[in-house]
């Protein structure tokens, strides 16, 4: 993924919010088997005006087939606004939940789970009962909770709706077998196989699996999740990301969604994703998702007259596919009691400059929003399949070279950052600031910032030339902060751990280490991934990365494809060192 130094002006921009209109009519299931007994359990997360509802009914009869409607009435003026994974009628106080399209069957004992946003004004009761078919379910219900993160079900529920505040904590992550095996296959890979990396989700046929594919292994959500149960894992961690019109700014990671398919990127993206990770059998494993790498802050930096600008980019602050996109991934992922939402929030050499950091915040807040609940954001993270480093120990913005601030040599350019921790935890503190939770935790993807080896400096330069201080002193070798295409050089940052610093919920291995950024010459492929000159190590640059060299390694594969030359490079200059 791609830093974008360049200095940008403030960004105002609108938020759509997508919403279920209630009719007269009330939607029923044909030819459904009557239930012969079904249990209901139900939460509600509310705020002043507002609140997001989660339903699991779970038929306690004979299988159900060609369909099923839930059935229950409001006691109070409660309205629903948007649903998903059901299809979700109101009349009056009276409310019918149809089954979505692909889960029309309920065996015995089955579960389905969908959920809502709502507006309400004074009382917000549960509904007194519920029917599944025109069967009155006898199961209890729960009530309605001021808070996101506790739930009043009974205790005769069997999908837990309270969220920890930290999901690594005490958790063992998920290894995925496809990426260990990988790992495995070059000298040395054992040592750091073990590790939990996130699952990438980068296009619609990834959600049941691709065979064959170059980027892709050919386990689906599904069976990642089973083989998760089968390890005995804490949590797992997936990567959303197939927005219309994906990363406007860099070729090499484009999609397969075109500008304006934000309805084909809700109905046979997210809303398939949602269903599967609702199912009860999951009710145990925490359930991370990362959500859309390098989208939002594009919308700061890479439009207008900036020398960052496309059009792709361009059009996609104007149609708002990227808001309502990211808004409406949030509100169906958010709302199951075991799921967890990361926003990406780029790295500091993207948007630590005041010009960028603003309003990048904001239309954060905006994209939450647009979700019905910004607590639908459990945190946010940053650094993602970047290369930034963890922490400069000898070039922090308060250091001074003969009088000149390091912030003005070439390589900081004024940024008001120069590592990623000291930028998340700051950035983070924005955040609050502007109205999300003041309990929002960050990730830092270490996966490939360890920058270690023979050229790691192991102490301050004593050049007095700021510029020549700065080169001697870094961690980061990149040639240009701008530069994110396979680094040469990088190295294995921090291991996986939970909770290592203030407001830091993980250090995270988000990019699996030895994945390609992008092919170094143009490779055909059925994925929708272009050739970017940044991946090129011949190309000279451009205005974003200070026409310099890209320091690009040669020989890549397209993005996503497995490089083994990058993770024997990776491993040789890890720090830590292994």
């Not at 149960?229 to 797992?236: F, H, S």
């Not at 708002?320 to 990361?342: C, D, E, F, H, P």
């Not at 970047?386 to 922090?396: G, I």
Request: glycine share 12%; charged share 15%; aromatic share 8%.
């Amino acid at each position: 993924m791609r830093p974008t130094p360049t200095r940008a002006r403030a960004l105002t921009a609108a938020a759509v919010v997508g919403v279920v209109a209630a009719t007269g009519a009330v939607a029923v299931a044909t030819s459904a088997s009557a239930a012969a007994g079904c249990r209901v359990d139900y939460s509600a997360n509310q705020w002043s005006n507002g609140f997001t509802g989660n339903v699991t009914v779970t038929n306690l009869g004979d299988p159900i087939s060609g369909g099923w409607n839930l059935t229950w009435s409001w006691a109070g003026n409660q309205q629903i606004t948007q649903g998903w994974s059901a299809t979700i009628a109101q009349s009056g106080a009276n409310v019918t939940a149809t089954n979505p399209g692909w889960a029309s069957s309920l065996g015995t004992n089955g579960t389905a789970n969908f959920g809502f946003n709502a507006n309400y004004s004074g009382t917000n009761a549960a509904p007194a009962s519920f029917s599944l078919n025109g069967t009155v379910c006898n199961g209890s219900t729960g009530s309605p909770s001021s808070s996101p993160s506790t739930s009043t079900s009974p205790s005769t529920s069997t999908s837990p709706t309270t969220k920890v505040d930290n999901p690594y904590a005490g958790a063992r992550g998920y290894v995925n077998p496809e990426w260990k095996a990988k790992a495995e296959s070059v000298t040395g890979g054992s040592r750091v196989s073990n590790n939990p990396t996130a699952v990438w989700i980068d296009r619609i046929a990834a959600i049941n699996g691709t065979s064959g594919s170059s980027s892709n292994g050919s386990m689906g959500v599904r069976d990642h999740l089973d083989a998760a149960l089968a390890q005995g894992a804490g949590y797992i961690q997936f990567v959303i990301y197939n927005l219309p019109g994906r990363d406007c700014a860099a070729l090499a990671s484009n999609g397969e969604l075109g500008v304006n398919e934000l309805p084909k990127y809700k109905t046979d993206y997210i809303d398939p994703i949602a269903a599967i990770q609702a199912d009860a059998k999951y009710k145990a494993l925490r359930i991370i998702n990362i959500v859309e790498i390098d989208s939002l802050p594009n919308l700061v930096t890479n439009v207008g007259s900036q020398a960052g600008a496309t059009a792709t980019c361009d059009t996609m602050k104007a149609n708002g596919g990227y808001v309502q996109g990211i808004g409406y991934a949030l509100s169906k992922l958010g709302a199951l009691g075991n799921t967890y939402n990361y926003v990406d929030a780029a790295h500091h050499g993207w948007i630590g400059w005041d010009s960028n950091f603003g309003p990048t915040a904001d239309i954060m807040l905006e994209a939450a929003r647009a979700s019905g609940n910004v607590k639908n954001v459990h945190g946010f993270i940053t650094n993602t399949a970047n290369y930034s480093a963890l922490r400069e120990l000898f070039v922090q913005p308060s250091t001074s070279v003969n009088g000149q601030s390091v912030r003005q040599s070439k390589w900081v350019d004024w940024n008001q950052y120069t590592d990623e921790l000291t930028f998340a935890q700051a950035f983070r503190t924005k955040l609050v600031s502007i109205g999300f939770d003041s309990g929002i935790g960050m990730l830092i993807d270490t996966s490939r910032n360890g920058w270690g080896g023979a050229a790691r400096p192991t102490a301050a330069s004593t050049s007095t030339n700021v510029d020549t201080f700065v080169n001697e002193s870094r961690i980061d070798r990149r040639i240009h902060a701008g530069n994110w295409c396979n680094q040469s050089g990088a190295g294995l940052g921090e291991r996986p751990t939970a909770a290592p610093a203030s407001g830091i919920d993980a250090y995270v291995w988000v990019k699996p280490p030895g994945e390609s950024d992008g092919s170094s010459t143009l490779i055909d492929n059925d994925e929708g991934k272009g050739f970017d000159q940044m991946c090129d190590p011949a190309y000279a640059g451009n205005a974003r990365n200070g026409n310099s060299m890209s320091g690009a390694l040669p020989n890549a594969p397209i993005s996503g494809a497995w490089f083994p030359a990058q993770f024997a490079q990776l491993m040789a200059n890890a720090y830590p060192a292994l």
